[in-house]
């Protein structure tokens, strides 16, 4: 009989020793145990700049169903962007940008067929447009390495412009101006390769946002139109590549 009760005690003890056992081993083998590299480290300073200059002239060019361009284009873009790291792999900062294109066009055809075509002349363009974006970026190292990385960046940007357009000479003369305004909430994630401790090549991709347009147009001081549009993106859009050079400091 104490054979017995020995052995019921013992198989007791050993159960309750095993499931105890079982729940913390299993716990133990699930538990998820990430390790964050600092990519970037707190206290650093992020920073860049691109200017961009392009110009074109063309004499008698001939484009898809447009012949015989004369004219002349040019368009320039400036965007410094700074940032600091107030924590590890976390950053926030902003970006200005100024652009300025203008288009002259002395004359142009559109030739639809042999019997159809229409004369464009005497056409002027110019427009300048600013932008300020706020940034917030989170950095993620791929396992230890401090060279390639992920980041996700947050922007919210406002800005405006105006532009003129003229057509015609003397009497035949009509013009339209136009104020802009923009709003735009977007995510952009990207990569950064860094090619020494202090730069590194970054492209990112926009994936989601949402833009608000206001345009104000005048036509020859006596017309008025407004136009608003909101747009959303839930997809990547390959045209808002975007490659570029930043500073570490």
């Given at each position: 009989m104490n054979i017995r009760r020995r052995l019921f005690i013992w198989l007791v003890i050993s159960l309750t020793a095993l499931g105890a056992a079982f729940p913390a081993s299993a716990q133990q083998e699930f538990k998820r145990k990430l390790e964050q590299v600092s990519f970037v480290p707190k206290g650093a300073w992020i920073s860049g700049v691109s200017v961009s200059y392009s110009q074109s002239d063309q004499s008698k060019y001939q484009f898809l169903i447009i012949?015989?361009?004369?004219g002349d284009t040019y368009t320039f873009k400036v965007s410094p962007m700074l940032m600091f790291c107030f924590k590890?792999?976390?950053a926030a900062g902003g970006r200005f940008s100024y652009s300025r294109q203008r288009t002259r066009l002395s004359s142009a055809d559109i030739v639809l067929d042999s019997e159809t075509s229409y004369n464009i002349d005497n056409l002027y363009s110019i427009s300048h447009s600013y932008h300020g974006t706020a940034l917030f970026?989170?950095?993620?190292?791929?396992?230890?390495s401090t060279r390639f990385?992920?980041?996700n960046e947050v922007q919210l940007q406002l800005g405006g412009g105006q532009s003129k357009l003229v057509n015609g000479v003397g009497d035949n003369l009509s013009g339209t101006y136009q104020r802009t305004f923009d709003f735009n909430v977007g995510l952009a994630p990207g990569l950064s390769v860094f090619?020494?401790?202090y730069s590194a090549?970054?492209?990112n991709v926009g994936v989601l946002g949402f833009n608000y347009t206001h345009v104000h147009a005048v036509t020859?001081?006596?017309y008025?139109?407004?136009?608003?549009?909101?747009r959303a993106n839930f997809k990547i859009n390959l045209f808002s590549i975007t490659f570029g050079v930043t500073f570490y400091i």
């Open positions: 012949e015989n361009i004369n590890d792999n976390l970026r989170s950095y993620l190292s791929l396992g230890r990385g992920l980041f090619l020494n401790n090549i970054e492209v020859d001081q006596i008025e139109a407004d136009l608003r549009t909101q």
